[in-house]
């Protein structure tokens, strides 16, 4: 019911646009969030957007080079990915929380996409 899309390997520097598709049910009233996970490591949370798209809230990590915008019309999400880092390679993933608002935990998303990878080479 969702898909994430838009990876691929890019120079350190560069910027990628990830984004992510519902397909079979409408996500509009959903708070929708991005997470990241690397071999070995637990699915960490990059970026929220409530269902409006007026809230966004940001890891630390990745505030000021990443911004997390949707068209409620298209049934879509995006993470414009500015200024990356080798750090930043991982799989990235979309999640729905029925919610509405921000949330940063993954128990609280209750729809998963299948994940696109980035890859930032130094």
């Known amino acids: 019911q969702l898909q994430a899309s838009g990876g691929g390997v890019v120079q350190a520097g560069g910027s990628l646009r990830l984004s992510c598709a519902a397909t079979?049910?409408?996500?509009?009233?959903?708070?929708v969030g991005w997470f990241r996970q690397t071999p070995g490591k637990q699915r960490e949370f990059v970026a929220t957007i409530n269902w409006s798209g007026k809230s966004t809230y940001y890891d630390d990590s990745v505030q000021g080079r990443f911004t997390v915008s949707r068209d409620n019309a298209k049934n879509a999400v995006y993470l414009q990915m500015n200024s990356l880092k080798p750090e930043d390679t991982a799989v990235y993933y979309c999640?729905?929380?029925?919610?509405?608002?921000?949330?940063?935990?993954?128990?609280?998303?209750?729809?998963w996409g299948q994940g696109t990878q980035v890859t930032v080479s130094s």
């Open positions: 999640a729905a929380s029925p919610y509405g608002d921000i949330r940063i935990l993954r128990a609280k998303y209750d729809y």
């Open positions: 079979g049910r409408t996500f509009s009233n959903y708070g």
